[in-house]
């Protein structure tokens, strides 16, 4: 199903699950994927209104990490992991980089431990293992690559000792399992006899083989998506599968939704011809349901300052009037340096406004902390989470202490925390230190409340008893005294996380123990932690005005759209201008992805010239605004004045 941009391409999902049904397929053995969590909460919820309360069965609907950990957590032996593997974040990622690279003695002029986390990333998302990193390095890459793939190794060496994954490794070991043993993949892919995959244009090589390998013995398989608003190849997507998927499975249907019931005719008509300029493509033409509007309207200014106080002005202006909610307005910028002047402009009109994508809630220190507080309260011998708060608050487990311990450990095979205790037992560990583990035991010791109060004790609680015990709200105070009120908000972030661990026991939590409480929340925050950080996939809350990247903007709609720098070298961006064709209509497929979140008003800036390290440099119009008007003969590389808007009135200056 080719769903163009505004389709209801959702709402057609479930009533193909809702046809199954009443056709006879059995719910709970229907498998929606998707690719955010948001998705398929909304999925969820919408199919379990579609099929009413007749059964108590439902379809599972979920990410495909989600359902690679459910498959991992049943088979993950097979590959040499514990059934308890832990999923570790981004933090622990580059901690277990730096560690890599010190013992490789590579400083971080050379390969930093972020950059080392991206290029394992990269490798892992093509499929490729460790072991064959090298030969998969380009002949002309530079010489830090040929140490990314010696880190890589060690790397990845560290996270299996530790029987922990990072997110890659979710799918990486599905497709593993599957490639090399055939009685897994059938039982798993016998769970299900139809398959319906959401958002097909964002799949990936590896995300590809792991659903043809569940779909290929039923062939009951519904992919959903839109060529059109392909624009992650930079995180692997290929934007083939959805161009070739007739090819690659011959007899398919292709059923094409063209009705667009979010934008109006003006708006619809500026994004076909966009949209039609790309080289290979699923032809289709949005056709819009809304009633006539106004036409897209062209913003020129004279630099960047000029640019925020033109389009905040119109913003401003809208408001006052109120012809438009906070809410319903965006800004939509192409790159992040973009938004400080518009972030400026704001604040001093006093417009409140929410910068979607700025620092995470799960980057925070604090939130990390207690994720690693409840990661060893149900597993001790996770050493990651060990690392992170063997003497956080300070109970004397010194930084050589614990480096002493996992160089013992690691040459005896066990774990840091049984290190640490035979260390204990044979005196050779110093009276600190002995208290600091002791502290610790303390801490583990509550997984295992008392027998009157099993099944009555919150994991909240348990968990605010924790953090009581090891003193962590004094230790915030401690270590922020000079900076006011910065303690009270960290420790409101703690108490965040534990709101959403009491709401996921309140959801999931009936009949089991505390262990399974914690350990299903571990999971479910560190799959949120990655697809906030890799799709920054949930619409922002709160009536202020929103200012995101055009890839955050996907997937949400707005009244009122204002897209910034409509220029060359920014829209499209200049990498892409160096990277040839296909990736031009990247580009276009994302600025038509912003202009089909306007609903009823689009206004579309560009700068006549740009400050780059104290310099103004002259711009060039984007070719992208040639060709929403229909001008796309006249662009030139010399970059003309910018093309009037469709109603004819020249562009503001």
């Not at 390095?137 to 010489?143: H, L, S």
Request: a neutral charge.
């Amino acid at each position: 199903m080719l769903a163009g941009a505004g389709t209801g391409k959702t709402r057609v999902v479930i009533s193909r699950i809702a046809q199954l049904v009443r056709r006879g397929a059995d719910p709970q053995r229907i498998l929606a994927v998707t690719f955010t969590n948001k998705a398929a909460r909304e999925m969820l919820a919408r199919a379990g209104a579609m099929l009413g309360r007749t059964t108590g069965a439902r379809p599972e609907i979920s990410t495909i990490h989600s359902l690679c950990v459910r498959i991992l957590r049943r088979h993950a032996t097979k590959l040499g992991y514990p059934e308890r593997f832990a999923i570790i974040d981004r933090g622990e990622q580059e901690a277990a980089a730096r560690a890599a690279l010190k013992e490789l003695r590579v400083p971080d002029t050379v390969l930093r431990p972020g950059d080392l986390v991206d290029r394992v990333s990269r490798w892992k998302s093509r499929a490729v293992r460790a072991a064959a990193a090298i030969d998969a390095i380009d002949g002309d890459a530079d010489d830090s690559w040929t140490l990314a793939a010696a880190g890589y190794r060690r790397y990845q060496e560290a996270l299996r000792n530790a029987g922990a994954v990072d997110f890659d490794d979710l799918l990486l070991l599905v497709d593993e399992l599957f490639a090399d043993d055939e009685a897994v993949r059938r039982a798993e892919a016998g769970r299900f006899d139809h398959l319906l995959i959401d958002e097909y244009q964002d799949t990936s090589a590896i995300q590809e083989r792991i659903l043809t390998a569940l779909a290929r013995d039923h062939r009951s398989l519904c992919v959903v998506g839109d060529d059109d608003q392909s624009i992650y190849a930079w995180r692997g997507a290929e934007v083939a599968h959805i161009l070739d998927f007739a090819t690659r499975w011959p007899g398919a249907t292709i059923v094409r939704l063209e009705e667009n019931y979010r934008s109006t005719p003006e708006i619809i008509a500026a994004a076909n011809r966009l949209i039609e300029r790309n080289s290979r493509r699923h032809g289709k033409t949005l056709v819009a349901t809304a009633p006539p509007g106004v036409p897209p309207q062209i913003v020129q200014a004279q630099d960047e300052i000029d640019e925020s106080r033109r389009v905040v002005g119109d913003l401003e202006s809208l408001l006052r009037e109120r012809r438009v909610i906070p809410a319903e307005a965006v800004i939509l910028v192409r790159t992040g340096e973009q938004t400080r002047v518009f972030e400026q402009e704001l604040r001093r009109r006093n417009i409140p406004y929410e910068l979607v994508g700025s620092r995470s809630f799960f980057d925070r220190r604090e939130v990390k902390d207690v994720m690693a507080f409840l990661r060893l309260l149900v597993e001790p011998d996770d050493d990651l989470a060990l690392a992170r708060i063997a003497n956080v608050p300070p109970r004397g487990l010194s930084s050589s202490t614990m480096q002493a311990a996992r160089t013992a450990a690691g040459g005896a095979g066990r774990s840091v925390w049984r290190e640490l205790g035979a260390a204990r037992e044979a005196g050779r560990l110093s009276q600190a230190a002995c208290g600091g583990l002791a502290a610790l035991e303390g801490l583990v010791a509550l997984r295992d409340p008392p027998p009157v109060a099993a099944g009555q004790t919150r994991a909240a609680t348990v968990l605010r008893t924790l953090l009581d015990a090891a003193g962590y709200r004094r230790h915030l105070e401690k270590e922020y005294a000079d900076e006011p009120g910065e303690a009270d908000g960290r420790w409101a972030c703690v108490e965040e996380v534990a709101t959403a661990l009491d709401e996921h026991e309140r959801s999931h939590g009936a009949g089991r123990d505390l262990a399974a409480v914690v350990r299903g929340f571990l999971d479910d925050f560190v799959l949120d932690v990655e697809q906030a950080d890799r799709f920054k996939d949930d619409k922002p809350r709160g009536d202020v005005v929103r200012l995101m990247t055009l890839h955050a903007a996907k997937g949400l709609e707005f009244e009122c759209v204002w897209m910034v720098g409509m220029e060359e070298g920014l829209l499209p961006h200049h990498r892409s201008l160096n990277d040839g064709l296909q990736a031009v209509d990247e580009e276009r497929r994302l600025c038509y992805v912003g202009v089909t979140r306007a609903r009823k008003r689009l206004v579309l800036s560009l700068c006549l010239t740009r400050t780059k390290w104290g310099r103004s440099k002259p711009s060039r119009p984007s070719r992208f605004l040639y060709e929403l008007t229909g001008q796309a003969d006249k662009f030139s590389e010399q970059g003309p004045e910018p093309p009037p808007a469709r109603s004819g009135r020249r562009p503001r200056r």
